[in-house]
C-alpha cells in the first residue's frame, strides 16, 4: 500500500484551518528535495513552516510533495517539501496535531506508455429496417 502521509497531511491541513487556527509544518531539511531557505533551519535540520492561505501562495498538497510560495525576510521563496520529510503538522493556536514517524519518501511513479485501442474488425454498416 502507499503512504497514507499525505492524505493524513490534507485532512489535518483542511480540520485545522476550517477551526480557524494557524497550519504549521515541522519539516526535516536533511531529507533529498527539500527546497526551503537554509538560513531558517535551526541546528537539529528542522524548520517550521506556516502554511496558512494568508502566510503562501499557490500551495499544492500532492501524494508527493507541498509547494508553495512564501516570503522569508521580504523575499518571495519557492519551497518545495517531500511529504515523507514532514515530521508534523500542528495548530499554532493550540498545538492539537499529529507527529509522523520516519519513513522513506516515495518515488513518483514511472509514466506509462499510452495504450493503443483495437479497431473494430468489422466496418460499420447501416442497414434500413422496415
Not at 508534523?88 to 499529529?98: D, P, V
Amino acid at each position: 500500500m502507499t503512504s497514507n502521509r499525505p492524505y493524513l497531511l490534507r485532512a489535518f491541513y483542511e480540520w485545522i484551518t476550517d477551526n480557524k487556527c494557524t497550519p504549521y509544518l515541522l519539516v526535516d531539511t536533511h531529507l533529498d528535495g527539500v527546497l526551503v531557505p537554509q538560513q531558517h533551519v535551526n541546528e537539529d535540520g528542522q524548520i517550521v513552516l506556516n502554511v496558512s492561505e494568508t502566510a503562501v501562495v499557490g500551495l499544492t498538497m500532492d501524494n508527493y510533495a507541498i509547494r508553495f510560495n512564501a516570503r522569508f525576510g521580504g523575499v518571495p521563496t519557492d519551497i518545495q517539501v517531500p511529504v515523507g520529510a514532514v515530521v508534523g503538522i500542528y495548530a499554532r493556536e493550540n498545538g492539537q496535531g499529529m507527529v509522523f514517524e520516519a519513513e522513506e519518501t516515495p518515488e513518483p511513479p514511472e509514466p506509462t506508455p499510452p495504450t493503443t485501442l483495437k479497431k473494430p474488425s468489422k466496418k460499420p454498416a447501416l442497414r434500413v429496417v422496415k
